[in-house]
């Protein structure tokens, strides 16, 4: 009996997902400490998270000393733990993430077994923690990862109880999550409430049922605003309306009406933007996608409620998403789950032969997308080095791009073959063997051509935390994060020649070209060079040098 109980905790569908999700844990821990941070939102992130430790002023965030709205609170507040008890490190900026990851991995365990059977769940949790989306945005410092479990587990709710009358209880559940997640993620939270909408109007019985289920997922709207509005009310009047005229009007309406920051563009133009971010930001499962879209569309997988709920949320997110001005490939990572599960569905039906010979066909095809994205990476890393001149990144990149392509050969021969449990095999098996000179190889060599780390670190070592620091022509948000203090930004030559000529030391961080041009304007400057770095401004995607000054006190006459 011992034996048996013993047997059966260990082939339990839950252990098995469990033991996949720490697995993930911990390679995503593994990629989050390999690399510092990336400019530029996660620096200011994680900024804006130091600077709340610091202050104490955990309702206001602030970056560079101002009011920094950009983003709501809820992400700072779960970086500031981490952060107070690790320090401000990579790893502590990035557990937030990771952990949010682990959970929406569970949770879309829980909606794969629950649409169609454990195998299928367990497939569906695989497939989406090695989506090349997914495994960016998850070890990041970004507010995704945080998001993605509060809204993905109210779906995860509705699910459950949708196939029967939404309660009281599950619209209090739904709406605190939804909550959360406008807490981290502003109006995308409401994402689920859209496709709740959607999946309720055309699973109706009678209309009765539809406007009962609807009122419900209405409270919880009025719920997740009320939790928003706790913070929110009083953060906006501690900044003199900041918040609304910020967050409200530049960030949500002006998003929604015009491309921000070269995000963007014409509307008819960028209309397959999404279609093109699903082919890339899904590979290496992007070769199933195909199969697993005429599999339910064609009736061969899952209930017609499982059809409805799963393609509603899909295609409805696609659709909102392209109808806003700003795109950028995350805004679509919640229809990730959904995609997943309904990927792994297909893997499983095609081990069962459920599938017709025109689910086959689109299988088949999947090659014709995956192996050009795959052969496009491929290309890109064993370019990279010789593209930015980089000796350093010639060998790292040849690895990973013949890794890469040795992949997407092997998994496009199975595909085209027909033999598709094999191809889901190889890809499990070919991303998790790619991460290992991604990790140890790869993304050393890029920390190598980084400037701003090793710019900081000079600053930190040989000036106070009481010298004023300046930066001109190179405003990367990672100097303030790796100086760990407030930067004057300046914007014109004459700030520069001012900032020199002021009294008391003073450091400055400026492209070398730039300073050798304005110094023959500042007359006698005594300063002391303490750093130097060339490297690739990838923000930009430029080669500069910079240096780091050390102005010595100067006496006005």
Not at 183 to 196: E, I, N, R, S, T
Not at 232 to 245: I, M, Q, V
Not at 246 to 263: D, N, Q, T
Not at 541 to 555: D, H, P, S
Request: proline residues 5%; aromatic residues 10%; positive net charge.
């Amino acid at each position: 009996m011992i034996d048996s109980a013993k047997t059966r905790f260990v082939t339990s569908p839950w252990v098995k997902a469990l033991l996949i999700c720490a697995g993930f844990t911990v390679l995503y821990l593994l990629i989050a400490g390999s690399s510092t941070l990336w400019d530029r939102d996660e620096p200011r992130y994680a900024r804006v998270t130091v600077e709340m430790v610091e202050s104490g002023n955990y309702l206001v965030p602030t970056f560079n000393g101002e009011v920094w709205f950009d983003k709501p609170i809820l992400l700072y507040w779960l970086m500031s733990v981490p952060v107070r008890l690790l320090g401000p490190s990579e790893i502590a900026c990035r557990l937030p993430a990771v952990l949010g990851t682990a959970v929406t991995l569970l949770l879309t365990f829980f909606i794969g077994k629950k649409l169609f059977d454990a195998k299928s769940g367990l497939w569906a949790e695989a497939i989406l923690g090695t989506t090349l989306l997914m495994l960016f945005v998850g070890s990041s410092a970004l507010v995704d990862g945080i998001a993605m479990p509060f809204i993905v587990g109210a779906m995860a709710i509705f699910i459950v109880r949708q196939s029967n009358k939404i309660r009281a209880s599950d619209a209090a559940a739904i709406g605190v999550l939804i909550g959360l997640g406008m807490l981290a993620k502003g109006p995308l939270g409401l994402l689920p409430v859209f496709v709740m909408v959607v999946v309720l109007w055309f699973g109706r019985e009678n209309i009765g049922g539809f406007i009962r289920n609807l009122l419900w997922v209405c409270l919880a709207v009025v719920i997740a605003m009320w939790i928003f509005l706790l913070w929110a009310a009083p953060a906006n009047r501690a900044a003199d309306g900041e918040l609304f005229r910020v967050f409200f009007g530049k960030h949500i309406v002006g998003r929604a009406l015009s491309p921000m920051e070269g995000h963007g563009g014409n509307f008819l133009l960028y209309l397959p933007y999404y279609p093109a971010i699903m082919v890339a930001g899904f590979f290496p499962w992007v070769i199933f996608l195909p199969g697993a879209f005429s599999a339910s569309l064609g009736k061969r997988i899952g209930s017609a409620r499982t059809r409805n709920i799963l393609l509603s949320w899909i295609i409805v997110t696609i659709i909102l998403m392209t109808f806003a001005a700003t795109k950028l490939p995350h805004y679509i990572l919640f229809a990730w789950p959904a995609m997943a599960v309904m990927t792994g569905a297909t893997i499983v039906a095609s081990g069962q032969n459920l599938l017709n010979e025109r689910d086959r066909k689109w299988l088949r095809g999947g090659a014709w997308f995956s192996g050009p994205v795959g052969l496009g990476i491929a290309a890109g890393l064993v370019g990279v080095g010789y593209f930015i001149k980089s000796e350093g990144l010639i060998r790292p990149g040849l690895i990973c791009g013949a890794i890469t392509l040795v992949m997407a050969i092997i998994c496009c021969y199975l595909q085209v073959r027909e033999k598709f449990n094999g191809t889901a095999k190889a890809v499990l098996a070919g991303v998790l063997i790619l991460i290992i000179p991604l990790l140890f190889v790869l993304l050393p060599a890029i920390e190598a051509i980084k400037i701003s780390p090793h710019i900081a670190k000079a600053i930190r070592e040989k000036t106070g935390k009481d010298v004023p620091v300046a930066m001109y022509k190179y405003a990367e948000p990672t100097l303030n994060f790796y100086v760990g203090r407030n930067i004057t930004h300046l914007r014109k030559t004459d700030d520069v020649v001012e900032w020199l000529k002021g009294t008391g030391n003073r450091a400055l961080i400026i492209p070398r070209k730039d300073f050798e041009d304005i110094r023959q304007n500042a007359g006698d400057i005594a300063f002391e060079e303490i750093a130097s770095k060339k490297g690739i401004n990838y923000s930009k995607g430029r080669e500069v040098e910079v240096v780091a000054l050390l102005v010595k006190t100067q006496t006005r006459q």
